[in-house]
């Protein structure tokens, strides 16, 4: 009898929790108190961020300092690309105040230089960058071969276009292997700033790490205050497309050479996020009263007409 | 015979009739009939990748994205790599192939079933089994009891006397008595004698196949005489034979030239309104997307122009690019690659599949599965799951939908004594039980499956009380009910309407067994006497006389009338004497009335022989009149039907199904409005729709409408809707709604559609929309269509139609869902709707709760994927204006390919195969939950404006914070952040926190799957992550893979993890804020109710509200009639009483 009645409820669905629907579950409602306490509490976090980033910021010391007025001549000069032979040199001094304590970074910066142009990142061959195949210069567009037929090593636009400040633009005039003659180990694809330039900007105004103060004798402490002053053989023309260029000097801190940035949003986005409760707990009670008040006065009415 | 015997004429006829000899397969051949497999498969092993492919790009999106990949194959406007598109492209393709190729495996499998089921073919004078599939057009085929009919075909002979055959077309037209057909006499004659049938060469010459079901004209000529064929003499492919031996016939039609084949036309694909919103929102996006790329183009010329035609020295010109407006021309395309994933294309593949789960839910519910038919509910269409959450109007049939077409016999008032309730000995009316049925075993002739509770009635009837043994012998006397006896004591009555078959049933097991009938006597059995009576006259039943009656000659020789009727024909009609009686049986009536029973009155009459004589004389005067027959036979009959002595009363329950008031009443508090169409008549419409609850007691006056031409009707429209409100405003005013909901309607269609004619259709769907309950009676198939077809074009809103038969099915395929149920009557009903279970109060889940679900979780799902994509692709919009509208990206190309299809893909399916914000109690607790659903509030125009706005601000986050981040900013290793691979890492990071998060915010129901979806994709991301930036990927594809060591590099970046907190803060506490403050501001209905239950979950559960289910305590009469005809005229004509006494004799032919 029991075979029967099984065979005629052969068709009967699986009684699992996952058939019926009826998984265990926590169910997320939120609350009223919820709620506030979530915007609260993510009020009191970004408002301590944020001072704590501000305050972190602004212990770092920075000096920028903007030589395309500076050396206008050689900027003027570079515009015109048949005086690439011509060279250029352009001295800047400077009086750092303050010492900068620490550790201190050199970097090079340009302002309206668009390493983030689709062509121009594309414009790269990373089997030649990693010596697998010198010849693959397929993806280099438009700088692939010479004249010559020969191909580029580097090839592409990105290479083509390093900045820096004993080559110049637009054709390399040293072989990839003679970037730098003191050290032969940081030549040919290895070279340091050779890989800095390779790793495009991701916007047009970016700076690049050049150099790090080698901290012996005298910069042990970090980069005294005093007189000093950079000499550059001004090579790069940015002036024909509104560019500018500068160096700069940092000291670092726990997070890098965090910005203002971070902290601001972080400030400003916890004071608006506890004005935002603020108001909300405002609302919530008001429409609270309001509801009572209505629902007592309906009670009230109810209650009249049931006298009646 | 060989092929050039072919009648010339016709050879060439060929193309407009078809020509076929019996036995000559040659002829089958020459006309290349096709041979009688059917086909309902798409494809095979090789057309299949060709034909489902080319389908699948019919579609718009998926055209869309194949022209994308041919734009991206073109190197001037490139802007992503060509796997970017073809990846997700393959997916979406291989999942709805694999679908297609189950789908389609399963029609093979049916389809072989059916063609490899085995026959009795004439094969050179034997029978010889052979399967179905090898039936040739001119075969001889042998068909035995409860066979199939293999297909079209010719009867030639039966085993039945005048070679009659019955046949049920339950599968073809839903209609369950059973048809009778006949073969011509010249082919009759061959019986079962295999050597004439193998001789046999009639030639017949008949129309082409066509899908008519009730028509068929054809000559057969034989031994050169001409016989004239129609559709009474074809045996359809689709029927069973039943109550016949055996037959034989010629095949005419075969496999795809069949009727039933012919008929199965190809299935309209019902669009779901969310697939319409969706459509028009895919142009929205489509358009939005030419004007953003219109905005970059522009941008890009104007740099170009300032800039870009300057930094040529870095970056030259392509030879392509003349100037700055070609480069933009170009730049167009560009952006329209970079965006398209705007038009997500993973969408309606994930809809799909979405649907198909929430359909296989159906399949799976335990709570739809009716266990005494070991039937489940089934979701036959997978694509309409979230219109089933919309639903305004349902559309019922009566028979067999609302009720379950069983007639039971229930109580009976007979001398004024009521028979049918158990009393107990203080008196009060005691439940019955299974155990306290009685015991008809001292009945040797009584039907088991009849029960009956009440013992008094038994006692009376051995007692011999004389009032009781005549009410008895009167019921199985006056019917037009056909006996069938094929074991000796095993009866089975064949009734013309089931309520008649339930009195005949009941007098039966009472001991006055009616045993069979020709067409001069009845032979009734009664206390275990055979006595044979003499059959003098059936006045038959009509729609305007509501009643019928037998005159009888007695074995005694005394002549009696023997009548039932409506209560309110009979009483007029009663002798005077019997007014005391007849009162106290009107109680009776008013207390069956009230429990919704179908009552008869009972009376009879004894006639004088002279009197009888001379009306005999008049009645057959009457019956061969040829002008105004009916109205002469009508006065004849009234002449007899008086000076009624009443017998009694009887009451039959047509058995409501289960829990179908409850349904009801659940139905429309949803504010569901249920429409009962029907073909049956006005009163037993309006007894059902009172005893469901469609019709209640409190609401206001019927109006009835039963014009018969379109004047009338259309002034009847107006009275009644000048009625609910004076000045007839429009129905969309809301206090006219709020006046018409106590009003209710009920339309009962005259034969010609006046209602459904022109304007006056218009009317009728103002005045019926008005009112709460509607009910049209009289409907036929076509019209129940048209009715729907008129709520669906006028508002605009979700139509559902609920049937079980055949005349259901074209209400079902018209309205939006069509749900059958699959219960008495044939497989018509259940074969086209969309849904089908077997009971009606299953809707209610398969509406409340499963609709509810599909709508909330495919609004869900469709608000968060569009959301999604907007935040993820907008971020190159605004990317485009610090690299001088290059059609960069931010992202990896690999981030690109996989952010749709991978890493966040499986929580938004988790959810919308999970979530539900309410559980399946509360759903049907509360049932004004399904409000949102019908107006359709959680997704529309509206809400796609919101998410591209919530999506326009999150890119908006997700592009500026990291920017703010990284400009001008270094790593802790004073190395610059600010690198692109460095900012999309970042970018992308975010965007995967920021959509999970969201996810996260609108799942409602966390269960262990959508933890897992959710973190297992983040965790997914991060693997991929490091696997798709390693260092060993990188060194064998460098051209590919051209981020490594990124993730590693990054992911340790104090900046990174700052900037993702303070994203997915400020993405989040918006939502969580507008969640909070939208119920505050902007309350919904719904939200109350959401708190209440949300209150009540924290607190134990109340008793669940049961609908109070309530009496009827007006009295309406319904008499138990079927509506049509009667068997008289049959049973007169003596045609289809099978006995085999009658054989021997000559046919008697009554005319």
Redesign the interface.
Known sequence: MERRSRLQLSRLPDITAMKQQQLPAYQLHFSATMVFSIFFASGVFCLFMGIFLILSAKSIQKVEINYTKTCGNCAKLREDAFNHNKICTCSIPFVLAKSMEGNVFMYYKLYGFYQNLYRYILSRSNSQLLSKDLKAVEDCAPFKVSHKEIPFAPCGAIANSMFNGTTKPPYWPKPIYELDPDDPENNGFLNDDFIVWMRTAAFPTFKKLYRRLHRIHYFIEGLPAGNYSFNITYNFPVTKFQGEKSVVLSTLTWSGGSSLFLGLAYTVTGAMTWLASFAMLAIHFMLKQRKASTSKWQSKALKGQSRK | MSVSEIPHENRQNGGEKRYLKANHEQVSVFFEYPNNTIKTSKYNAFNFLPLNLFEQFQRLANAYFLILLFLQLIPQIS?LPWYTTVIPLVVVLSITGVKDAIDDMKRHQNDNQVNNRSVLRLVKGRMEEDKWMNVQVGDIIKLENDQPVTADMLLLSSSEPYSLAYVETADLDGETNLKVKQAITCTSDMKDNLDLLSAFDGEVTCELPNNKLHRFTGILSYKGKDYFLDHDKLLLRGCVIRNTDWCYGLVIYTGPDTKLMQNSGKYTFKQTHVDRLMNILVLWIFLFLIVMCLMLAIGHGIWEN??GY??Q????W?NYVSSSFVSSLFIFW?YFIVLNTMVPISLYVSVELIRLGNS??I?????M?Y?PK???AQARTTTLNEELGQVKYVFSDKTGTLTQNIMIFHKCSINGTLYGDVIDKTGEKVAVSEKDKIDFAYNKLADPKFSFYDKTLVEAVTKGDPWVHLFFLSLSLCHTVMSEEKVEGELVYQAQSPDEGALVTAARNFGFVFRSRTSETITVVEMGETRVYQLLAILDFNNVRKRMSVIVRTPENRVMLFCKGADTIICELLHPACISLCDVTLEHLDDFASEGLRTLMVAYRELDNKFFRTWSVKHGEACLSLDNREKKLSIVYEEVEKDLMLLGATAIEDKLQDGVPETVMTLSKAKIKIWVLTGDKQETAVNIAYSCNIFEDEMDEVFTVKGKDSETVRQELRKARSKMKPDSLLDSDPVNIFLAKKHKALFTMPEEAHALEGDVELELLRVACMCKGVICCRMTPLQKAQVVELVKRYKKVVTLAIGDGANDVSMIKAAHIGVGISGQEGMQAMLNSDFAFSQFYYLQRLILVHGR?SYNRMCKFLSYFFYKNFAFTLVHFWYAF???F???TVYDNWFITCYNLIYTSLPVLGMSL?D?DV??TWSLCFPELYEPGQLNLYFNKKEFMKCLIHGIYSSLVLFF?P??????????????????????LIVQTSLIWVVTTQIALK????????HFFIWGSLGIYFCLLFLLYSDGL??MF??VF?FPGVARNTLN???MW??I??IV??CM?PV??Y???KP?FWPVSVDKILKRI?YC?KHPLPPPIRPRRRRPGLRRSAYAFSHQHGFGALITSGKTVKSKALKKNSFPAKK
């Open positions: 802007s300032k800039i300057y930094f020295i870095f970056l030259p392509e560009s296989y839910y399949n799976w519910d335990q709570k599965f266990a070991n039937t489940p679900w610090f690299n001088g290059s059609a960069q999970f539900q559980n399946d914070i920017m703010g981040a990284v400009y001008n900013s270094e790593r802790s290793d004073g190395k610059e952040i600010s690198d692109y691979q460095s900012f999309s799942i409602t129901y966390w269960t262990v799957i959508s990188c060194q460098p051209n051209q970046q104090p900046q700052l900037s907190v303070l803060v400020l506490l969580i804020g969640q909070f403050l505050l949300h979950m």
